[in-house]
Structures are given as structure tokens and as C-alpha cells.
């Protein structure tokens, strides 16, 4: 009997100690809060807020002490009184500390870091969004309306062929692109309207497809502003930004709507004006409905135009024939625009499952007109190329959450299904004079390329361990129907593909977990290769990483990982025969370290460092470097915030020498850039800020190809490094109303 009642006496305490408690948290005016974390000080649980501010949290008892916390707010300990109620917590706006993080097997560290750094240092212009990711470096080589070109963990990027944009959900990836595949224009997202930059790096995320191989990214605008602005930028080359943010229904407990607007003027530093301009209109929508749903809608508009010089020869600038920001065709250039429409439903079931969908719709508009090679083709009328397309790109993402208690561990798990098709009509490389006369089609059709998904993802907690395997299904149907081809013909061809992952962290204490992730992606090929060249189509990359995140003090969080990726095939795009060459199999090694570290409540510091060791896997010792693969690169600073009115950074970024060849005998040099952005808080409504892009005028290249060209008055071709110049010194005036 004795045994009977110390076993129910026992099991009665287990249960006990196994509740559940449910809460609510939202801000001071009533709007829910998204990811704020719920740690329990007595038994060392945790959980998170959903998009409606609703949590639950196990393993919690009478008495515990529950701490709430997020970035950006003063955080709350709430000490149990019954388990039977619905808690409801308000947390206030604060200043921002390092502090409110605590680490846990399941800490979005990437999310919170691109938090600091925005907050810390926000952004200026759409270039500097991706720099926001530790490691990522981009480079801008036509006349800024041309996609940036990209570089992470060891890759030349091009424009996006090895990491997975999105933004709201709509992706910004374009396969069998006009100009290269993936190509990634970001530049119809207004600065001042992200909330949050969420990334990953590797291929280790079930919920991410095509192109996630390096890494994805994926961009949040706000919900709601805190203020409507009107700001101005004035400066040098004839530059002008104007930006409106204008709220339309105030502060709501349930419902807000914002318009914002963009317009950019420059001519660049060139001695042949870009006449760049470029327009954005954005608005959002989103209220939280009677039935525990959240409803959300967008649309944008985006338009561009832009001349630009190209990419010199460097043996023209070393002869004195042109300066660095000089020309040789000058009528290159081009226009782009992209409308986007989005609905984004968030549907909570019942206290434990959820249902999130987003449908999307984008009419796509690109010309580009590019001479990389002068007179080699042509030496008559020039070697200058169009390259033209008219694309309609639609899909939509519905993912079912769960979250499951079990005695001895919790289960959360995801189910998702989507589908992209992108309808590309006229798709068009041609040899063109002076823009207006076509003088040879090279290619010219109609691409319809769909892509449907499905992946299954699962968290299993074990309180400090954390286990989380996914498995990923992909099916592609490529059709391509050419019109330089006498005869009609559709050539088609599909592939399907399994995708598993296979993660796991480990929570240690509040300031040490360890992590190893394990996973297979891919980045497909271009629809036109695939069918015209019989190339593989869905060639697979296989990645681990193994870090530990660190947090040995309140105000410094250490980010580090070892990573290695291989991959089956690399992509190469030749611009001038509109092809992505393959080009053999490749391995990757490298180190990444981050440091965010808070001197005080206004003063910030943070630093990047990454190494990567890049090269070609079927090619011999020596001959194997992968041209233009990023070898060393850094990035850090330090920032002030709202101290004494006054906020500012000095930021610095590097990247270093790499090869331009496979035998690295031709090098293309690195560069060391300084920035600097200071603001002052003249009353509540007046803001005055100044911006300095290359703060010491540092000569450098901010693209580079080893390209074989020939000048009108050359008789043998040269192939050496040809480029992109770098800002100079670069100021501007900015001026913010806030109403």
C-alpha cells in the first residue's frame, strides 16, 4: 500500500510538472506580438509566439517564473498562479539589448542577428538589403538597374543561380532568365518597408526549394508603421531619393494599411551619365479577423530605366586611352519593371495547429542591352546583344503546423505543398546596333516552366536536444517551343526529385548550443539547356554544417560554424551565346564567425568573417580553382543609437583577392571599403542625416571577368580582366519629416 501511494504520489507530481499553460501577449496597443520567447526560469522550457501572439508552453507547474523576452522590448517575468487560465501579457517598447536573447536548441540565431543589424544600422538603399546577410557580398556592373551580382560561401552567384530569394513569399528568383539563371532583382522592395530578414545558409530547410544551395533569404515588410515620413536624399552625380511612408488607419487593434513610394535620379560617377531612374509604389493591408485569422495583401509596382558604360578593359585605363570611369560602348543599358499582387492568409485552427498560405501573381518586364566583347563577333557594327523578355510568373504556398506534448518530449511539425509556374513569352537573345536595329536572332521562344512541391518537416524536443529530420519532394515540367525553328515543335521534358534533411541541436545552458545540420538541395538548370543541350536538369548539392552559438556574456552572442558543400554540377552563364555552361562537379570547405557585441544601451559592435576553399572536383591540382569564387571575406563596424538625439555607423566591408582563371594566374583584386551614415534627431518631427558611401576614396573594382575582347582598332583579340570601378567617394544629404 506504502509503494501504491508513493508511486501515485509520484506520478501525480509528474503530471503536474507536465501541464501546459496557454497565453496571449501583445504590445501596448492591443497588436500582437510575433516571436517573442517564453522561457521557463524553473524547468528551463521554452516556446515562441505565434503570428497571432498565442503560445504554449509545457512542463510548467504553480510557482514557476516565466521570463518573456524579444529584441526591441522590456522583458516581463510572470510567476504561475493557476495553470486553468489564459495568461495575458503586455510587453512594452524599450531600448534595444543583446540581453533579451536567450539561446535555446531552437533560436532562429540568423533572424536575430539581421534584427540587431538593422536596427542598429538600417538600411540606405535596395544594394545594401543583402548585405544585411553575414557573408553575402554583391556587386553592381550595369548602370544599377541590372540585378546585382552575387557572392556567398565560395560562390560567384551570377544573380542568384545558389540562393533562394523571397519576399512576402513571392519569389524573387527567375529560372531561365533572359539574363542568367535565377536571376534575383530585388530592387522592387522599398528599404524603409522591411521588418525582418530571415536567412539560412546551406541546403538543410525543407520549406526551401530550388536555388536554396548556398543559402536563402527571405524578406518581411511591416504590418503596421509607427509613423508616416517624407525624406529626401541630395548629393553628389546629380543624385536625388525621395521616399514616402504614409499610414492609413493609425494604431488599430486589428487592422492596419500603409502606402509607401520611392524615386531614384542619378547619373553615377561615369563620365557618360547613367540617366538611372527608377520608381516603387507599395501598399500593404492586414487585419486580424473575428475567426482567428490574419489577412494580409499586397501590391507593387516597380519601373527602371538606365544607361550604363559596361565593363572596361583594364589595358585601356593602364594606356591612359580612358580613365577608371570611362566607356568604350556606352549605349549599353536597359528598362525593367515588375508588378506583384499577394494575398497571405495565417488561419489558427485551435490552440495547437495552424493553417499558413500566401498566393502571388507578377508580370515581369526585362531588356538588357550588353557588349561584352566590343568588335571580336563584329568588327564592323559591333558585338553589342539584346536580351528580352515578357514573363508571367503565379504559385501559391499553404503550409498545416502542429504542435503535439508528449510526456517525455514535444513534436512540432509542418506539412506543405506549393506550386510556380513561370510563362516566359518571347524570351529573346539577339545581335542588335545602337539599340534600335536587330541585325540576328540568336534565340528567341516561349518558355512555360512549372514547379509543384510538398515537404514534410518535424521537430522533435527532447528539452535540451532537438532533432528535426524533413524530407522535401520536387516535380519540374519543362516545356520550350522555338521560334527560330522553321518546323513547330514543343520540346518537353520533366524530373522529379527527393530531398531529405536531417538536423540537430543541442542547448547546453542558456549560452552555449552546438548544432550540426546535414541536407541534400539543388538548383535546376535553364529550360533552354535542358532541352536543346540534353543537360542534367535538377543537379543536386550536398551540404553539413557543425557550429555552436555562444553567448558568454549578456551582450555578446558568438556565431560560428565549420560548413562543406558539394556540388554536381556548377552553372556558368555566357551572357553573349545566352547559355548557362555547365561546368563539372565542385567541392566547398569553409569557417564562418560572427561576433554582436553591446558596449552599452546605445553603442554596438559587429563583426563577419568568413573562409571558403572553392574548387573544381574532375580537374587536376593546380588547374581546378573556380574563377571569381570568393576566398576571404569581412564585414563589420560599430554603430551608435539614440544617444543624445544623435544615431550613426562607420561599416566596413572586405573581400579578397581571387582567381579570375582556373590555374589562378590571373588574379582579381580585392578591396577594403569604408561607409559612414550619421543621423540627428533635430525635434520629433525633423531628422537630418548624412550618408558617405567609400569614405576615403578607396580605388576599387566592384566587378571583374577575365573576358576576351577586341577593340575596333585591334587586330587579335586580348583576353585579361576587364571591370566594373567602384564608387569614389560618395556623399548625400538626407532629410526626414515625420508626421
Same mark, same amino acid.
Given at each position: 500500500?506504502?509503494?501504491?501511494?508513493?508511486?501515485?504520489?509520484?506520478?501525480?507530481?509528474?503530471? @503536474?510538472?507536465?501541464?501546459?499553460?496557454?497565453?496571449?501577449?501583445?504590445? +501596448?496597443?492591443?497588436?500582437?506580438?510575433?516571436?517573442?520567447?517564453?522561457? $521557463?526560469?524553473?524547468?528551463?522550457?521554452?516556446?515562441?509566439?505565434?503570428?497571432?501572439?498565442?503560445?504554449?508552453?509545457?512542463?510548467?507547474?504553480?510557482?514557476?517564473?516565466?521570463?518573456?523576452?524579444?529584441?526591441?522590448?522590456?522583458?516581463?517575468?510572470?510567476?504561475?498562479?493557476?495553470?486553468?487560465?489564459?495568461?495575458?501579457?503586455?510587453?512594452?517598447?524599450?531600448?534595444?539589448?543583446?540581453?533579451?536573447?536567450?539561446?535555446?536548441?531552437?533560436?532562429?540565431?540568423?533572424?536575430?542577428?539581421?534584427?540587431?543589424?538593422? +536596427?542598429?544600422?538600417?538600411?540606405?538603399?535596395?544594394?545594401?538589403?543583402?548585405?544585411?546577410?553575414?557573408?553575402?557580398?554583391?556587386?553592381?556592373?550595369?548602370?544599377?538597374?541590372? @540585378?546585382?551580382? !552575387?557572392?556567398?560561401?565560395?560562390?560567384?552567384?551570377?544573380?542568384?543561380?545558389?540562393?533562394?530569394?523571397?519576399?512576402?513569399?513571392?519569389?524573387?528568383?527567375?529560372?531561365?532568365?533572359?539574363?542568367?539563371?535565377?536571376?534575383?532583382? &530585388?530592387?522592387?522592395?522599398?528599404?524603409?518597408?522591411?521588418?525582418?530578414?530571415?536567412?539560412?545558409?546551406?541546403?538543410?530547410?525543407?520549406?526551401?526549394?530550388?536555388?536554396?544551395?548556398?543559402?536563402?533569404?527571405?524578406?518581411?515588410?511591416?504590418?503596421?508603421?509607427?509613423?508616416?515620413?517624407?525624406?529626401?536624399?541630395?548629393?553628389?552625380?546629380?543624385?536625388?531619393?525621395?521616399?514616402?511612408?504614409?499610414?492609413?488607419?493609425?494604431?488599430?487593434?486589428?487592422?492596419?494599411?500603409?502606402?509607401?513610394?520611392?524615386?531614384?535620379?542619378?547619373?553615377?560617377?561615369?563620365?557618360?551619365?547613367?540617366?538611372?531612374?527608377?520608381?516603387?509604389?507599395?501598399?500593404?493591408?492586414?487585419?486580424?479577423?473575428?475567426?482567428?485569422?490574419?489577412?494580409?495583401?499586397?501590391?507593387?509596382?516597380?519601373?527602371?530605366?538606365?544607361?550604363?558604360?559596361?565593363?572596361?578593359?583594364?589595358?585601356?585605363?593602364?594606356?591612359?586611352?580612358?580613365?577608371?570611369?570611362?566607356?568604350?560602348?556606352?549605349?549599353?543599358?536597359?528598362?525593367?519593371?515588375? +508588378?506583384?499582387?499577394?494575398?497571405?492568409?495565417?488561419?489558427?485552427?485551435?490552440?495547437?495547429?495552424?493553417?499558413?498560405?500566401?498566393?502571388?501573381?507578377?508580370?515581369?518586364?526585362?531588356?538588357?542591352?550588353?557588349?561584352?566583347?566590343?568588335?571580336?563577333?563584329?568588327?564592323?557594327?559591333?558585338?553589342?546583344?539584346?536580351?528580352?523578355?515578357?514573363?508571367?510568373?503565379?504559385?501559391?504556398?499553404?503550409?498545416?503546423?502542429?504542435?503535439?506534448?508528449?510526456?517525455?518530449?514535444?513534436?512540432?511539425?509542418?506539412?506543405?505543398?506549393? @506550386?510556380?509556374?513561370?510563362?516566359?513569352?518571347?524570351?529573346?537573345?539577339?545581335?542588335?546596333?545602337?539599340?534600335?536595329?536587330?541585325?540576328?536572332?540568336?534565340?528567341?521562344?516561349?518558355?512555360?516552366?512549372?514547379?509543384?512541391?510538398?515537404?514534410?518537416?518535424?521537430?522533435?524536443?527532447?528539452?535540451?536536444?532537438?532533432? %528535426?529530420?524533413?524530407?522535401?519532394?520536387?516535380?519540374?515540367?519543362? %516545356?520550350?517551343?522555338?521560334?527560330?525553328?522553321?518546323?513547330?515543335?514543343?520540346?518537353?521534358?520533366?524530373?522529379?526529385?527527393? &530531398?531529405?534533411?536531417?538536423?540537430? =541541436?543541442?542547448?547546453?545552458?542558456?549560452?552555449?548550443?552546438?548544432? &550540426?545540420?546535414?541536407?541534400?538541395?539543388?538548383?535546376?538548370?535553364?529550360?533552354?539547356?535542358?532541352?536543346?543541350? %540534353?543537360?542534367?536538369?535538377?543537379?543536386?548539392?550536398?551540404?553539413?554544417?557543425?557550429?555552436?552559438? !555562444?553567448?558568454?556574456?549578456?551582450?555578446?552572442?558568438?556565431?560560428?560554424?565549420?560548413?562543406?558543400?558539394?556540388?554536381?554540377?556548377?552553372?556558368?552563364?555566357?551572357?553573349?551565346?545566352?547559355?548557362?555552361?555547365? =561546368?563539372?562537379?565542385?567541392?566547398?570547405?569553409?569557417?564562418?564567425?560572427?561576433?554582436?557585441?553591446?558596449?552599452?544601451?546605445?553603442?554596438?559592435?559587429?563583426?563577419?568573417?568568413?573562409? =571558403?576553399?572553392?574548387?573544381?572536383?574532375?580537374?587536376?591540382?593546380?588547374?581546378?580553382?573556380?574563377? &571569381?569564387?570568393?576566398?576571404?571575406?569581412?564585414?563589420?563596424?560599430?554603430?551608435?543609437? %539614440?544617444?543624445?538625439?544623435?544615431?550613426?555607423?562607420?561599416?566596413?566591408?572586405?573581400?579578397?583577392?581571387?582567381? @579570375? $582563371?582556373?590555374?589562378?594566374?590571373?588574379?582579381?583584386?580585392?578591396?577594403?571599403?569604408?561607409?559612414?551614415?550619421?543621423?540627428?534627431?533635430?525635434?520629433? =518631427?525633423?531628422?537630418?542625416?548624412?550618408?558617405?558611401?567609400?569614405?576615403?576614396?578607396?580605388?576599387?573594382?566592384?566587378?571583374?571577368?577575365?573576358?576576351?575582347?577586341?577593340?575596333?582598332?585591334?587586330?587579335?583579340?586580348?583576353?585579361?580582366?576587364?571591370?566594373?570601378?567602384?564608387?569614389?567617394?560618395?556623399?548625400?544629404?538626407?532629410?526626414?519629416?515625420?508626421?
Amino acid at each position: 500500500m506504502k509503494h501504491f501511494l508513493l508511486i501515485s504520489f509520484l506520478s501525480i507530481s509528474f503530471l @503536474a510538472k507536465s501541464q501546459e499553460i496557454k497565453g496571449t501577449i501583445n504590445d +501596448t496597443f492591443g497588436n500582437p506580438i510575433v516571436d517573442v520567447n517564453i522561457y $521557463n526560469l524553473s524547468s528551463s522550457t521554452h516556446a515562441h509566439s505565434n503570428e497571432f501572439g498565442n503560445f504554449i508552453l509545457s512542463n510548467v507547474a504553480v510557482n514557476d517564473t516565466l521570463k518573456f523576452s524579444k529584441l526591441g522590448y522590456k522583458s516581463s517575468n510572470y510567476i504561475v498562479a493557476s495553470l486553468s487560465e489564459k495568461i495575458q501579457i503586455v510587453l512594452e517598447e524599450d531600448v534595444f539589448r543583446l540581453s533579451e536573447i536567450i539561446l535555446s536548441p531552437n533560436i532562429d540565431i540568423n533572424s536575430n542577428i539581421t534584427k540587431i543589424d538593422l +536596427t542598429t544600422n538600417p538600411v540606405n538603399s535596395s544594394q545594401e538589403i543583402l548585405r544585411k546577410v553575414p557573408g553575402l557580398f554583391i556587386g553592381q556592373h550595369a548602370g544599377g538597374g541590372k @540585378a546585382e551580382q !552575387l557572392f556567398l560561401r565560395g560562390f560567384d552567384i551570377d544573380h542568384g543561380t545558389d540562393v533562394s530569394i523571397t519576399s512576402d513569399g513571392i519569389p524573387v528568383n527567375m529560372p531561365s532568365h533572359a539574363h542568367g539563371q535565377g536571376y534575383a532583382d &530585388l530592387h522592387f522592395v522599398i528599404p524603409e518597408t522591411i521588418e525582418n530578414i530571415n536567412f539560412g545558409k546551406g541546403p538543410y530547410y525543407a520549406s526551401k526549394g530550388n536555388f536554396a544551395t548556398a543559402a536563402y533569404v527571405d524578406f518581411s515588410s511591416k504590418d503596421k508603421l509607427d509613423t508616416s515620413k517624407l525624406s529626401i536624399e541630395a548629393g553628389q552625380f546629380n543624385t536625388i531619393r525621395t521616399v514616402g511612408l504614409f499610414d492609413l488607419l493609425g494604431n488599430t487593434t486589428k487592422s492596419n494599411a500603409y502606402i509607401a513610394t520611392e524615386y531614384i535620379l542619378t547619373d553615377g560617377p561615369f563620365e557618360s551619365p547613367q540617366n538611372f531612374n527608377r520608381f516603387n509604389l507599395f501598399g500593404k493591408y492586414t487585419t486580424i479577423l473575428d475567426n482567428r485569422t490574419k489577412l494580409s495583401v499586397i501590391a507593387s509596382h516597380f519601373k527602371s530605366k538606365w544607361d550604363a558604360s559596361g565593363q572596361i578593359p583594364m589595358r585601356l585605363v593602364n594606356d591612359g586611352t580612358i580613365s577608371r570611369f570611362g566607356a568604350v560602348d556606352d549605349t549599353e543599358g536597359g528598362f525593367t519593371s515588375r +508588378t506583384n499582387l499577394s494575398l497571405n492568409v495565417d488561419k489558427k485552427l485551435d490552440e495547437n495547429s495552424s493553417i499558413k498560405s500566401n498566393v502571388y501573381f507578377s508580370k515581369y518586364d526585362f531588356t538588357l542591352f550588353s557588349n561584352f566583347t566590343f568588335f571580336l563577333e563584329d568588327p564592323i557594327n559591333g558585338d553589342q546583344i539584346k536580351q528580352k523578355e515578357d514573363r508571367t510568373l503565379y504559385g501559391f504556398n499553404s503550409e498545416y503546423r502542429k504542435n503535439q506534448i508528449f510526456e517525455s518530449f514535444n513534436l512540432s511539425w509542418q506539412a506543405g505543398i506549393g @506550386a510556380k509556374i513561370n510563362s516566359n513569352k518571347d524570351i529573346e537573345l539577339s545581335h542588335t546596333l545602337n539599340r534600335n536595329e536587330v541585325l540576328e536572332y540568336k534565340q528567341l521562344g516561349d518558355i512555360e516552366e512549372s514547379n509543384l512541391f510538398g515537404y514534410f518537416n518535424a521537430d522533435f524536443k527532447f528539452n535540451k536536444f532537438t532533432i %528535426n529530420p524533413a524530407l522535401r519532394l520536387e516535380y519540374f515540367k519543362f %516545356n520550350y517551343q522555338d521560334k527560330l525553328n522553321p518546323n513547330y515543335k514543343t520540346l518537353s521534358n520533366d524530373k522529379a526529385k527527393l &530531398l531529405p534533411k536531417l538536423n540537430f =541541436s543541442y542547448a547546453q545552458n542558456e549560452k552555449v548550443v552546438y548544432f &550540426l545540420k546535414t541536407g541534400i538541395g539543388f538548383h535546376s538548370n535553364d529550360t533552354r539547356v535542358v532541352l536543346q543541350q %540534353n543537360k542534367d536538369v535538377l543537379p543536386s548539392a550536398y551540404g553539413a554544417d557543425l557550429g555552436v552559438i !555562444l553567448k558568454p556574456t549578456d551582450n555578446l552572442i558568438i556565431n560560428s560554424a565549420l560548413w562543406t558543400l558539394f556540388s554536381e554540377q556548377e552553372f556558368v552563364y555566357v551572357g553573349d551565346a545566352g547559355i548557362v555552361e555547365p =561546368s563539372g562537379k565542385s567541392k566547398r570547405y569553409g569557417v564562418d564567425l560572427g561576433l554582436r557585441y553591446q558596449l552599452n544601451d546605445f553603442l554596438f559592435f559587429d563583426f563577419d568573417s568568413n573562409y =571558403s576553399l572553392a574548387r573544381s572536383v574532375d580537374e587536376p591540382s593546380g588547374q581546378n580553382y573556380i574563377p &571569381l569564387a570568393p576566398k576571404w571575406t569581412s564585414v563589420g563596424g560599430i554603430s551608435v543609437r %539614440n544617444y543624445k538625439r544623435f544615431s550613426g555607423s562607420i561599416q566596413y566591408r572586405y573581400l579578397g583577392d581571387r582567381p @579570375a $582563371n582556373e590555374d589562378n594566374s590571373i588574379i582579381a583584386e580585392g578591396y577594403f571599403v569604408t561607409d559612414l551614415n550619421m543621423n540627428y534627431q533635430l525635434s520629433k =518631427s525633423f531628422n537630418v542625416g548624412l550618408i558617405i558611401q567609400n569614405l576615403f576614396d578607396t580605388e576599387w573594382n566592384e566587378t571583374q571577368f577575365l573576358t576576351e575582347s577586341q577593340l575596333q582598332n585591334e587586330s587579335q583579340p586580348v583576353e585579361e580582366i576587364h571591370f566594373t570601378p567602384g564608387t569614389p567617394f560618395f556623399a548625400k544629404i538626407k532629410v526626414t519629416y515625420s508626421f
